[in-house]
């Protein structure tokens, strides 16, 4: 008797065994290699389920400004579609050097931008350094570097939840049924996220304050997604940071359970995680992860990056790329990830 078939996962990988994407990186030249880029690039937005035609006046509104010792912070929100606002907190350094670098910030699961801002789960601030949480308040060490900060609230996260989420306590998501909806809708979450960060790229052009010439992109987990897929999607983002969320498809969301907002629809049918952050380049792409990162294994870090690096060394550059592994579990890490940061942007 042959021995039976019932594994999900073992019949999930067979399938993947025989996808071959059709726009899987295959070029020779770095002219091939930008051809690429524009023709991934384009299907990536429709993957993502496209983004709005026309873009809605931002009509933004300053809710509240407070002064602390190292920094201001202006909580802002504007239109970022039809029917939608987006909620976010701007952080402008001490002595800032205007126009200088700005960088957007974008939580993973978790309590929204409050967590990453230093605001604890009662509504009080943390003293400036004491970093906490797995998110280790990373909007406020970008403003300790010397960066401002546009820290944006993704959607179903924090502030910007359904009122079940929001009654079930400060550290539910409320990105389920809104994925879900998404999906049956023909769009994703991931694409709404993103247009989210596109409108705060047109939101930071509008300050003084910000150079729109250096700005980039930073995320933990789903935020690191999130930074990866705006990132590809727009050039004026420089530089993307992701924190422990690089990795491939297939070893991560394919092989072990997230939440359902990773999920595009036939993305394998076209990419893998590594043609993606390929898009980026020329520009620049800093990866940091965790050796006992459980939901995005290192082996599968280390091997897509190798791959995405192939993708900047064809384009002339492999000094755009950088890796840090760390002795530690799904958290922010940031040592060497500020000053690559500031050498590119």
Not at 30 to 58: D, E, H, N, V, Y
Not at 82 to 93: F, I, K, R, S
Not at 253 to 269: A, R
Not at 290 to 304: M, N, Q, S, V, Y
Request: charged residues 25%.
């Amino acid at each position: 008797m042959s021995q039976l078939k019932l594994d999900s996962l073992d019949f999930s990988r067979f399938l993947y065994k025989q996808e071959k994407q059709s726009l899987a990186f295959q070029a020779k030249t770095a002219g091939q290699a930008r051809r690429w880029q524009k023709t991934l690039r384009g299907k990536l937005k429709a993957l993502l389920g496209g983004f709005p035609s026309k873009k809605i006046p931002l009509a933004p509104k300053v809710l509240r400004r407070k002064k602390f010792k190292e920094y201001t912070r202006e909580t802002i929100v504007f239109q970022s579609r039809p029917g939608l606002d987006v909620y976010g907190h701007l952080l402008v350094p001490v002595g800032f050097k205007a126009p200088g670098p700005c960088v957007i910030c974008l939580p993973g699961h978790g309590r929204g931008v409050d967590s990453i801002c230093g605001v604890d789960a009662k509504g009080k601030m943390r003293s400036f350094g004491k970093w906490e949480e797995y998110q280790m308040d990373f909007a406020l060490q970008c403003v300790a570097q010397g960066f401002a900060v546009f820290a944006v609230e993704q959607l179903g996260f924090g502030h910007r939840r359904d009122k079940a989420a929001t009654k079930r306590g400060v550290g539910d998501s409320s990105c389920q049924p809104a994925a879900g909806a998404a999906l049956l809708l023909g769009q994703t979450m991931a694409g709404w996220r993103v247009w989210d960060v596109i409108q705060s790229l047109d939101y930071l052009e509008t300050r003084r304050e910000i150079d729109p010439k250096r700005l980039a992109a930073m995320g933990i987990s789903g935020g690191g997604t999130v930074a990866l897929y705006a990132a590809a999607s727009d050039s004026r983002l420089k530089a993307a940071m992701l924190s422990c969320s690089f990795n491939t498809f297939r070893d991560s969301i394919f092989s072990i359970s997230h939440c359902i907002d990773n999920y595009v629809p036939e993305i394998l049918k076209t990419a893998e995680m590594r043609d993606i952050a390929g898009l980026i380049a020329p520009r620049a792409l800093f990866v940091e992860a965790g050796a006992k990162d459980d939901i995005f294994p290192l082996e599968a870090t280390r091997r897509a990056y190798e791959e995405t690096k192939r993708i900047f060394r064809l384009l002339g550059a492999e000094n755009k790329i950088g890796l840090e592994v760390f002795k530690d579990e799904h958290r922010f890490w940031g040592k060497k990830a500020f000053e690559f940061l500031k050498r590119n942007i």
